[in-house]
């Protein structure tokens, strides 16, 4: 079905998102060590990158969910 292919693509797109935001504050310094606010600014950036993942992934799963119902009730 197209629309669980698309869906299932940005599943795949939010997985991605998720990871790379996720390595990044992995790799921050730890708040002790950052001298540089900018720091600060970087990782609140990542945080945000890994929420919007995380409600795309979701939302995602939501419209496989509602798609399956949908194909049974059918």
Do not use: C, W
């Amino acid at each position: 079905m197209v629309g669980f292919d698309s869906a299932l693509q940005g599943l795949d797109r939010s997985q991605s998102s998720f990871d790379q935001a996720a390595a990044k504050i992995a790799r921050e310094p730890l708040a002790t060590e950052q001298q540089n606010p900018q720091d600060a600014a970087s990782l609140a950036d990542d945080m945000v990158a890994l929420m919007v993942a995380r409600n795309s992934y979701e939302t995602n799963l939501k419209t496989i969910q509602t798609g399956d119902e949908m194909h049974l009730l059918a």
